[in-house]
């Protein structure tokens, strides 16, 4: 499952995103109370949920204070904790499942600047 995060203001800036990045991601937001628990709710099921301009410089602000303090080798796990351990691309199961998702830097930058840049977004 993948999203299409698309900006309100153009549909030729956009970005794909999986589910592997994509939760750990909305974990985080989450954390920093950003979005109502709903819309997040609703972004992991492929729901049309508009994200506001304020709100999306938000999260690309924060997203860049917290890349600050890691590297490129470093990978967001769904628990908010943060790894150096490369991916094994192992499908995990049962009670290792969230051991299957993980955001990487490159993503977190990625999504850090498509926030900063866009006019607010809409995923889906």
């Known amino acids: ?3 299409i995060v698309e900006d309100l203001a153009s549909k030729d800036h956009f970005i794909k995103v999986n589910r592997w990045n994509w939760y750990p991601t909305l974990e985080l ?3 920093w109370g950003i979005i109502d628990s ?3 709710e609703w972004m992991t099921s492929n729901g049309d ?3 506001t301009e304020k709100e999306a410089q938000e999260i690309g602000t924060r997203l860049n ?3 600050s303090i890691l ?3 470093h990978r967001l796990q769904l628990n908010l904790k943060v790894t150096e351990k490369p991916d094994d691309f192992k499908l995990y199961e049962g009670k290792d499942m969230e051991k299957n ?3 990487t830097y490159q993503w977190l930058i ?3 600047d498509f926030c900063l840049t866009s006019k607010g977004f809409i995923v889906g």
């Open 65 to 67: 204070a917290y890349l």
């Open 71 to 73: 590297s490129e080798k």
């Open 49 to 51: 949920v508009t994200i």
């Open 29 to 31: 937001i989450g954390a």
């Open 38 to 40: 709903q819309r997040l």
């Open 1 to 3: 499952m993948s999203w």
């Open 110 to 112: 990625i999504f850090k």
């Open 101 to 103: 998702y993980s955001a």
